[in-house]
T-cell receptor, first 112, second 111 residues
Framework: GEDVEQSLFLSVREGDSSVINCTYT??????LYWYKQEPGAGLQLLTY?????DMKQDQRLTVLLNKKDKHLSLRIADTQTGDSAIYFC????????????FGTGTRLLVSP | DAGVTQSPTHLIKTRGQHVTLRCSPI?????VSWYQQVLGQGPQFIFQ???????GRGNFPDRFSARQFPNYSSELNVNALLLGDSALYLC??????????FGPGTRLTVT
């Protein structure tokens, strides 16, 4: 089946690192994604990782993939108040077309 | 560069009415996908079109339909609106269907 689970809330202080976790169910997913959504806005593609990779780093963002446990994480270094938003993990379980299956989102609150 | 654009921004309709939502993809992108995001949840896949052909359909009733035009823009149509259709409707475009870039969405309220 297709299911993506995330914790609902994460609160950190400015300057700390944030780690947002996600578990997915479909082992055939070829790509796994992280999106950011600010209030009243659409989704911003932050980064994605191919399923044969363990880690991907992009500036302050580090994605770790444990394919055996179907666990994905997003680490944000030096978290800023502007990083406060909802973060969605998504898997793409279908070959032939890229349907994204999203989690319910993790609300990140960064306090000064 | 212009991103994905959607119109209208907001829409209020009455139960039983019909609605058409529009999406213009990023220039050069040939694929458009539609998602429904109910308040407090993640987006749910509705349709994907690539080169004007339907590539995939989510678990939505036949009241939902879509099409893609020769210029790659797309319309999402919903007939016989229900209160439960109230949501943010998101359009995403991609060149190869892997990197999907989302528009700002259309917020539909059904009363």
């Amino acid at each position: 089946g297709e299911d993506v689970e995330q914790s609902l809330f994460l609160s950190v202080r400015e300057g700390d690192s944030s780690v947002i976790n996600c578990t997915y169910t479909d082992s055939s997913s070829t790509y796994l994604y992280w999106y950011k959504q600010e209030p009243g806005a659409g989704l911003q593609l932050l980064t994605y990782i191919f399923s044969n990779m363990d880690m991907k780093q992009d500036q302050r963002l580090t994605v770790l993939l444990n394919k055996k446990d179907k666990h994905l994480s997003l680490r944000i270094a030096d978290t800023q108040t502007g990083d406060s938003a909802i973060y969605f993990c998504a898997e793409s379980p279908h070959a032939g077309f890229q349907k994204l299956v999203f989690g319910t989102g993790t609300r990140l609150l960064v306090s000064p | 560069d212009a991103g994905v654009t959607q119109s209208p921004t907001h829409l209020i309709k009455t139960r039983g009415q019909h609605v058409t939502l529009r999406c213009s993809p990023i220039s050069g992108h040939k694929s458009v996908s539609w998602y429904q995001q109910v308040l407090g949840q993640g987006p749910q896949f509705i349709f994907q079109y690539y080169e004007k052909e339907e590539r995939g359909r989510g678990n939505f009733p036949d009241r939902f339909s879509a099409r893609q035009f020769p210029n790659y823009s797309s319309e999402l149509n919903v007939n016989a609106l229900l209160l439960g259709d109230s949501a943010l409707y998101l359009c995403a475009s991609s060149w190869d269907t892997y990197e999907q870039y989302f528009g700002p969405g259309t917020r539909l309220t059904v009363t």
